[in-house]
């Protein structure tokens, strides 16, 4: 059974940091492509960043330069640290695994809120 569980949203004000994480099981994480999204309310859902198995990397233009993604095969992690977060970044924080290049298991998201 795929489980992938996020932790690490929470409160804090623009400007600010905070580091997502996500730890997944039942699937080869080390050959699997991970991502990050998040939906605002009211938005639809979003492609924040991914990673390849061999850790390269893509970001939205929104947060390209403040969001950086990593990843630990050997604890099956993916990480998202989000520096100088910006109210605009308020949203539910998803980890995906990828299968076939769509998004195929899902966590149950954090919420992230980003007071100004």
């Known amino acids: 059974q795929v489980q992938m569980v996020e932790s690490g949203g929470g409160l804090v004000k623009a400007g600010g940091s905070l580091r997502l994480s996500c730890v997944a099981s039942?699937?080869?994480?080390?050959?699997?492509?991970m991502s990050w999204y998040r939906q605002a309310p009211g938005k639809q859902r979003e492609l924040v960043s991914t990673i390849t198995s061999v850790g390269s990397t893509y970001y939205a233009d929104s947060v390209k330069g403040r969001f950086t993604i990593s990843r630990n095969n050997a604890e099956k992690s993916v990480y998202l640290q989000m520096d100088l977060l910006e109210p605009e970044d308020t949203a539910v924080y998803y980890c995906?695994?990828?299968?076939?290049?769509?998004?195929?298991?899902w966590g149950q998201g954090t919420q992230v809120t980003v007071s100004s």
């Open positions: 995906a695994a990828v299968e076939n290049g769509s998004p195929r298991y």
């Open positions: 039942g699937i080869v994480f080390r050959l699997t492509i």
